[in-house]
């Protein structure tokens, strides 16, 4: 029965035009990105940090697309999942019908948050397959050359990558279920959305002033960086704990806001 409904979650979603014109703009952004690199020509890559190993280094353009993505794009899709799931089935009529279906509330919230997290792992994935692809058609590779200045093989480097859609999904996730907790409270998507992306924005300016370093912490877009650690030879650990246990916080207190509101929630 449950596998029942998460399956039938996720082919809602995916028939959705919406969802099919965020993915192709998704796909779009390695092809970009590569293609931007390799008309470069011999020159600087342009840049610090990954930006500067981009230039024969194709396996790189996934782990580079997705930090860049994570940081508006991937939020702007979660949230747009998120606000479909709830807001959207109150704004067509049809929340009100699966409230007074014999069906648990809190159940229902869980056939969200899976299609959410099973359209986000979709997503992220496709965009580190298309950025391999991409990068080693426009760019080359021989290995994964890493922030520490080390080459790994193209197993190893794959395995990284594998690592890193894991801890991008997780941050998509945990943003989505704070999306979702807003999506119980309202009827209208847009308002999801743009509460969801303003948070975004105003977490990475307050993230910007040395003089709020004791909020840092606490705001979740903090954690993005260190996500890169994966990009090290051997990997730190601290960072990423940090930033994954930081994400699990959000998760766990949008999911039970969603949940009381759902409970509570006038069918």
């Known amino acids: 029965m449950i596998t029942r409904q998460f399956g039938s979650e996720v082919r809602w979603m995916l028939r959705r035009p919406r969802t099919l014109i965020g993915l192709f703009g998704l796909v779009l952004v390695p092809i ?3 293609f931007g690199i390799w008309t470069a020509g011999d020159g600087d890559s342009g840049g610090p940090g990954l930006a500067g190993i981009l230039k024969g280094n194709g396996l790189v353009v996934p782990i580079f697309t997705l930090f860049l993505s994570i940081n508006l794009l991937l939020p702007l899709v979660a949230s747009i999942w998120a ?37 986000s792992l979709f997503a992220v994935t496709l965009m580190a397959v298309v950025g391999i692809i991409a990068g080693t058609a426009f760019l080359g590779t021989d290995g994964m050359m890493t922030l520490s200045g080390t080459t790994l093989s193209t197993a190893d ?21 704070v999306a979702l907790a807003v999506s119980s409270t309202t009827e209208h998507p847009l308002v999801v959305q743009a509460a969801t992306m303003t948070t975004i924005i105003v977490f990475q300016v307050l993230g910007q002033f040395s003089s709020l370093d004791w909020l840092h912490p606490f705001l979740i877009t903090t954690g993005f960086p260190g996500l890169l650690d994966v990009m090290r ?3 730190p650990v601290d960072q990423i704990w940090d930033s994954t246990l930081l994400a699990g916080c959000y998760l766990l207190i949008g999911t039970g806001l969603a949940a009381m509101r759902l409970i509570t929630k006038d069918s």
């Not at 067509?92 to 359209?119: D, E, I, N, Q």
């Not at 999904?169 to 945990?174: E, G, L, P, Y």
Request: proline share 3%; aromatic share 6%; hydrophobic share 60%.
């Open 83 to 119: 606000a479909d799931g709830l807001a959207g089935e109150a704004q067509h009529g049809t929340l009100r019908g699966l409230l007074v279906a014999p069906v648990s509330r809190v159940r229902l919230l869980f056939v969200k948050l899976f299609g959410l997290a099973a359209m």
């Open 157 to 177: 480097g794959l395995v990284r990558i594998a690592l890193f859609i894991v801890l991008i999904t997780f941050q998509m996730v945990s943003i989505g279920a």
């Open 32 to 34: 970009i990105i590569s």
């Open 233 to 235: 030879d051997p990997i």
